[in-house]
């Protein structure tokens, strides 16, 4: 799976800037509301039929760099947490997935409760990340 196209399919959410002004890949900027994805990678198979297709959980977390010396900062980001869990949930059950290779098909998407998982030295700011899972069957290519 390529992480482009989920960086593409998380930039369609309207009010992600919100979050992150700049959403780069496998990096957090070092000012705030800079905001990376993070490919964790295809897991172990859920499935597998007899042909050799499989349905493959891939995992990502979106992580941002917040202030974190206020409340409001901290509310903010749990609050914009909330609203993008709730914005997945509602591709899930439109059936909008992030773009796959022909030999793939998208299953189900969702994202799980943010959280503050470490803070800088100086204490101004701390990075918050999303978790995210994006399911689908990868499909034998019997060309």
Known sequence: MD??????????????????????????GDEVSQSGLFDDGEQ???R????GNKMLPHKYALVARISSTR?????RAANFSQRFLEWIDQQEQLGNYPTVPNNYQAFSISASNGRLTARAQDGK????????VFKYWRFVNNA
């Not at 597998?48 to 042909?51: E, F, K, L, S, V």
């Not at 409340?71 to 509310?75: F, G, H, N, S």
């Open 125 to 132: 700011t701390a990075l918050y990340e999303i978790p995210i």
């Open 48 to 51: 597998a039929d007899m042909a």
């Open 3 to 28: 992480i482009k196209n989920m960086v593409d399919y998380l930039l369609t959410c309207p009010f992600m800037s919100e979050f992150a002004t700049e959403l780069f890949t496998e990096l957090t």
């Open 44 to 46: 172990s198979p859920e």
């Open 71 to 75: 409340d409001t900062d901290r509310i």
